[in-house]
């Protein structure tokens, strides 16, 4: 008898084994053990004789391993911490302008600012650093004022207390950053301002260390820093605080003999166009040549603590020179 083949049993094929995905870490080590291989395959058989360029591979697979390891096993830096606040800690700051000078009178820049705020006793200071108290331009429909605030950017949403922010090098804004960073973009729409100064120091690497230079335009005049400034209100005291910034781009070629940055120097036409956000970033550049000079000044003031009375520190020195005690 012929069973017809819809009554059988329907042979069913075994289910395919499902494999589950291999863990990262597994992952890891198996991109890490390739990257080994490879390497050994390019190792000659005696150790020492190594060329140059099988050194390199080996460095490259001794990294590849680290960076390639969990984030919660790799070793972490710990967070670099200028000090900006502790005057006692904070001797130059090579990496942006971190220092200037201002010995002008109240004349100077009232005329040349257009100034209609009343006359301020302007004292001279040759060592101002971040967190000092400095003299800031502002305008609101092109009336100008001279108001002093913190040099170091404290942003309206700040929340949590000021003393946090002191690790953080808000004295300076990058041009290539001023526009999207968190702590300058909203008062690069809304609250520019310009920091007058006489001059500003810089350091240079030299086989001697740090050389000092000090930089003022060769007219004679007063800087004017381009800048960023902001209220903020400390919500357990409910004080308010005034702070800015100094805007900072590349160099010109004068300045690039010492140090890669250099702050924005605004000139008089530029300062409505500036104050009253009438233009962007194209405004933010480089110094022309010739509208600053400089000349190496004593290393006393690498230190924060040199006296803010002594006109001495913007005195050209001979460098190699020891300096006066």
């Not at 059988?8 to 084994?17: C, F, I, R, V």
């Not at 911490?81 to 000078?101: E, N, P, Q």
């Not at 005329?111 to 705020?117: G, P, T, V």
Request: overall charge positive.
């Amino acid at each position: 008898m012929t069973v017809s083949a819809r009554f059988l049993p329907k042979q069913t094929e075994p289910p395919a084994s499902r494999s589950r995905p291999p863990s990262p870490t597994t992952l890891t080590h198996k991109i890490a053990s390739s990257i080994t291989a490879a390497v050994n395959r390019l190792r000659p058989a005696k150790a020492g004789n190594s060329p140059p360029e099988l050194s390199a591979a080996g460095d490259f697979e001794r990294r590849a391993h680290l960076s390639l390891r969990p984030r919660s096993q790799r070793q972490r830096k710990p967070p670099v911490s200028l000090k900006i606040g502790d005057r006692g800690a904070c001797t130059y700051i090579a990496a942006m302008c971190g220092r200037f000078t201002h010995r002008y009178t109240w004349a100077d820049i009232h005329r040349l600012y257009r100034l209609m705020s009343p006359a301020s006793n302007v004292q001279p200071s040759y060592n101002v650093c971040p967190t000092d108290p400095v003299n800031v331009v502002t305008s609101s429909d092109d009336t100008r004022i001279l108001q002093p605030m913190r040099w170091g950017l404290v942003p309206r949403w700040w929340s949590k207390p000021l003393k946090e922010l002191m690790r953080l090098s808000t004295f300076n804004a990058r041009v290539e950053t001023v526009t999207t960073k968190p702590f300058f973009r909203e008062a690069f729409k809304q609250t520019r301002c310009i920091i007058p100064a006489s001059g500003y120091y810089e350091w240079q690497d030299t086989p001697g260390g740090k050389q000092p230079h000090y930089f003022t335009r060769t007219d004679g005049q007063v800087i004017s820093f381009a800048g960023l400034w902001d209220e903020w209100k400390d919500r357990a005291t409910g004080e308010t605080l005034k702070s800015c910034t100094m805007i900072i781009t590349e160099p010109n070629a004068m300045v690039a003999e010492v140090h890669d940055r250099m702050p924005v120097v605004l000139e008089p036409d530029q300062f409505t166009p500036w104050l009253e956000n009438q233009t962007g970033l194209e405004i933010l550049t480089p110094a022309g040549e010739g509208v600053l000079q400089r000349w190496p000044v004593s290393k006393r003031v690498n230190s924060s603590k040199a006296p803010k009375d002594d006109e001495t520190l913007t005195q050209p020195v001979a460098i190699g020179a020891p300096s006066p005690a």
